[in-house]
């Protein structure tokens, strides 16, 4: 199987049922000296370009994993080339800032052409607040305000299972599809 998607957004891939590529990319740590800042994201731009283009879909990350991330939508909407395909850029926004910050970066994402964005709640052993206690309340809020955006969620695995399986059967409303993971940065080790 070659990795080029026909189908445009991460919603319609997943509803082929065929076999889907992706990749997970984290933006450049915030506050890195001013080069190297300018350096890793031309890195991240080129990754980025390179994996659309042949088809594959790419999540950003939004402080994911408590580190402090340069805020993704910004540089890609300044500086992301023509030909990458918007369809295929899936950022992450996690509930870590505050609820005006969450909502103006859906409308913006919206707004500059890109279709899907996955809403979740962000590691808690940063000690960040969130805005809202479970990222389902912050992508119902979401959906209100950005109809047409898709947003996707997210099934912890290392999380109690029952209570996992009763968030996805509560969030069909708010949420279009889980994303999970089998190993994560709290578990490879044990792997």
């Known amino acids: 199987m070659g990795l080029a998607s026909p189908v445009g957004s991460l919603l319609e891939s997943l509803k082929t049922g065929e076999e889907l590529f992706s990749a997970e990319l984290r933006p450049p740590r915030a506050h890195s000296p001013g080069l190297r800042s300018m350096d890793d994201w031309i890195d991240t731009y080129h990754s980025i370009r390179r994996l659309t283009v042949a088809g594959l879909h790419v999540f950003i990350t939004d402080n994911a994993v408590g580190r402090a991330e340069e805020e993704n939508?910004?540089?890609?909407?300044?500086?992301?080339?023509?030909?990458?395909?918007?369809?295929?850029?899936?950022?992450?926004?996690?509930?870590?800032?505050?609820?005006?910050?969450?909502?103006?970066?859906?409308?913006?994402?919206?707004?500059?052409?890109?279709?899907?964005?996955?809403?979740?709640?962000?590691?808690?052993?940063?000690?960040?607040?969130?805005?809202?206690?479970?990222?389902?309340?912050?992508?119902?809020?979401i959906r209100r305000r950005?109809?047409?955006?898709?947003?996707?969620?997210?099934?912890?695995?290392?999380?109690?299972?029952?209570?996992?399986?009763?968030?996805l059967t509560r969030a069909s409303d708010e949420t279009d599809f889980f994303l999970t993971q089998v190993v994560s940065h709290h578990s490879a080790e044990a792997v």
Request: neutral net charge; aromatic residues 8%.
């Open 146 to 167: 950005v109809p047409p955006l898709v947003l996707g969620g997210w099934a912890n695995p290392h999380a109690d299972a029952s209570q996992q399986a009763d968030y």
């Open 73 to 141: 939508l910004r540089h890609l909407v300044t500086n992301l080339g023509a030909d990458a395909r918007r369809s295929h850029i899936i950022p992450f926004l996690t509930s870590k800032h505050t609820l005006d910050y969450c909502l103006r970066y859906a409308e913006r994402a919206y707004e500059q052409e890109f279709s899907t964005l996955v809403v979740l709640g962000g590691d808690r052993h940063d000690g960040i607040p969130r805005c809202v206690e479970h990222a389902v309340q912050l992508r119902r809020i």
